[in-house]
């Protein structure tokens, strides 16, 4: 790499990539595992096989170093923790933020304390949150009530809350715009993610709003600092649209759910805690919400997965769901450029990718059976 570029030959995470972007100083402890910088992929099969007329590309942010978003909001969570001399980090969670606050909490030398709804963590991330050796605690609840039990352990004993309630959650996330923005050159047309405690699509409104030089009422931590206000990246913010699981989909009600449902666990989330910021986000950029059917995300997971080679979690098929569903009507008019957030992987949650499948053959251990086997799929 020559030495006229910004870049560092090894990258070495997004604090370092976007230090001068973010609320940390030189004395800021960098706690890091390389997160960010995810590839954002174009989609060239199913535009073709669907006949739209639209440039879609997915932020792969299952390439994370947990596989999963919530590395770019831990980084920057757990740096400020350590800064701030904690020991111990404590989350709700419906998986993906155990996962990630697991790994910072090892890399940081911390104890990480989860708070999981019994029985609805796929194994994928169950498995992380115990590899990483946080403690964990399955409560009789969903993730609701383990947000607020959170809030109110902290103020009883000293743990830091690495939710995205969290303000330093969203500054590490607004990254992903950045990312974007940087990759296609421009901001997208539209930008479509999935939405459950709302903190995702919050960062991504400041990151987009900071890349072209506007303030947000969100953004006060970067305040009058970011050098992008000097010099924007583009000239425009993309149109902003959340989209929610039919079953856990508080947005649409306008109000709480007390009882959410989906197979998508990691958007099953009545009570959104950033639902003021998410609204901001949706209506300041002349967005909405719209909600899908588990039926229907499965449906483009599995599409996603076979047509493109890209395989995402349920809750992240939701963003690419929706997206299609309003080019078809038209509501995304034809000739957008629209990126779509994947925010996990799919093999966070393998049990749902083979349910009801019957990809799997068992035959003889013989050249006629397997050749026979093959011959029958040509
Ligand atoms: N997609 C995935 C894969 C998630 O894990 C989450 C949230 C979301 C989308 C929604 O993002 O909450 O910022 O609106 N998962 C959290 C967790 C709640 O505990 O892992 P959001």
């Given at each position: 790499?020559?030495?006229?570029?910004?870049?560092?030959?090894?990258?070495?995470?997004?604090?370092?990539?976007?230090?001068?972007?973010?609320?940390?100083?030189?004395?800021?402890?960098?706690?890091?595992?390389?997160?960010?910088?995810?590839?954002?992929?174009?989609l060239?099969?199913l535009?073709?096989?669907m006949?739209?007329?639209?440039?879609i590309?997915v932020?792969y942010e299952g390439?994370?170093?947990?596989?999963s978003f919530?590395?770019?909001?831990?980084?920057?969570?757990?740096?400020?923790?350590?800064?701030?001399?904690?020991?111990?980090?404590?989350?709700?969670?419906t998986g993906n933020?155990?996962?990630?606050?697991?790994?910072?909490?090892?890399?940081?030398?911390?104890?990480?304390?989860?708070?999981?709804?019994?029985?609805k963590?796929p194994?994928?991330?169950?498995?992380?949150?115990?590899?990483?050796?946080?403690?964990?605690?399955?409560?009789?609840?969903?993730?609701?009530?383990?947000?607020?039990?959170?809030?109110?352990?902290?103020?009883?004993?000293?743990?830091?809350?690495?939710?995205?309630?969290?303000?330093?959650?969203?500054?590490?996330?607004?990254?992903?715009?950045?990312?974007?923005?940087?990759?296609?050159?421009?901001?997208?047309?539209?930008?479509c993610i999935p939405v459950g405690?709302?903190?995702n699509i919050?960062?991504?409104?400041?990151?987009?709003?900071?890349?072209?030089?506007?303030?947000?009422?969100?953004?006060?931590?970067?305040?009058?600092?970011?050098?992008?206000?000097?010099?924007?990246?583009?000239?425009?913010?993309?149109?902003?649209v959340g989209y929610q699981a039919d079953g856990a989909a508080p947005f649409l009600?306008?109000?709480?759910v007390?009882?959410p449902e989906t197979l998508a666990t990691a958007i099953r989330i009545?009570?959104?805690?950033?639902?003021?910021?998410?609204?901001?986000?949706?209506?300041?950029?002349?967005?909405?919400f719209d909600e899908v059917s588990d039926d229907e995300l499965l449906a483009t997971q599995a599409l996603l997965a076979r047509g493109e080679?890209v395989f995402c979690e349920p809750a992240s098929a939701v963003s690419l769901c929706g997206a299609l569903r309003d080019v078809k009507s038209?509501?995304?008019?034809?000739?957008?450029?629209i990126?779509c957030t994947l925010t996990g992987h799919g093999l966070k949650d393998p049990d749902i990718a083979v349910r009801g499948q019957?990809?799997?053959?068992?035959?003889?251990?013989?050249?006629?059976?397997?050749?026979?086997?093959?011959?029958?799929?040509?």
């Amino acid at each position: 790499m020559s030495s006229s570029t910004s870049r560092p030959v090894h990258y070495t995470g997004l604090i370092d990539r976007y230090r001068d972007r973010l609320p940390v100083s030189d004395t800021t402890p960098t706690v890091s595992l390389n997160e960010g910088d995810t590839p954002l992929i174009q989609l060239i099969n199913l535009p073709q096989q669907m006949g739209i007329d639209v440039d879609i590309y997915v932020k792969y942010e299952g390439l994370n170093p947990t596989a999963s978003f919530k590395d770019r909001g831990m980084t920057m969570a757990v740096s400020k923790a350590a800064e701030q001399g904690a020991k111990a980090i404590v989350c709700a969670s419906t998986g993906n933020t155990s996962a990630a606050a697991a790994a910072y909490a090892a890399r940081a030398g911390m104890t990480a304390f989860v708070l999981i709804p019994e029985g609805k963590i796929p194994m994928g991330k169950l498995a992380q949150a115990i590899a990483h050796g946080a403690v964990v605690l399955q409560i009789k609840g969903n993730f609701d009530d383990g947000m607020r039990l959170v809030k109110e352990v902290a103020g009883e004993a000293p743990v830091a809350i690495v939710n995205s309630i969290n303000p330093y959650r969203l500054q590490g996330q607004k990254t992903a715009a950045f990312e974007i923005v940087e990759a296609l050159g421009r901001a997208p047309d539209y930008h479509c993610i999935p939405v459950g405690n709302a903190g995702n699509i919050s960062g991504y409104w400041i990151g987009f709003s900071e890349a072209c030089g506007h303030n947000t009422a969100s953004c006060t931590l970067c305040n009058g600092q970011c050098p992008y206000l000097d010099k924007p990246l583009t000239d425009k913010r993309p149109v902003m649209v959340g989209y929610q699981a039919d079953g856990a989909a508080p947005f649409l009600r306008d109000c709480p759910v007390t009882a959410p449902e989906t197979l998508a666990t990691a958007i099953r989330i009545g009570n959104p805690q950033s639902w003021d910021l998410a609204h901001a986000a949706v209506n300041e950029s002349g967005g909405w919400f719209d909600e899908v059917s588990d039926d229907e995300l499965l449906a483009t997971q599995a599409l996603l997965a076979r047509g493109e080679g890209v395989f995402c979690e349920p809750a992240s098929a939701v963003s690419l769901c929706g997206a299609l569903r309003d080019v078809k009507s038209g509501k995304i008019p034809a000739g957008s450029l629209i990126t779509c957030t994947l925010t996990g992987h799919g093999l966070k949650d393998p049990d749902i990718a083979v349910r009801g499948q019957e990809a799997v053959q068992t035959v003889n251990a013989e050249l006629s059976a397997v050749k026979a086997a093959i011959l029958a799929h040509i």
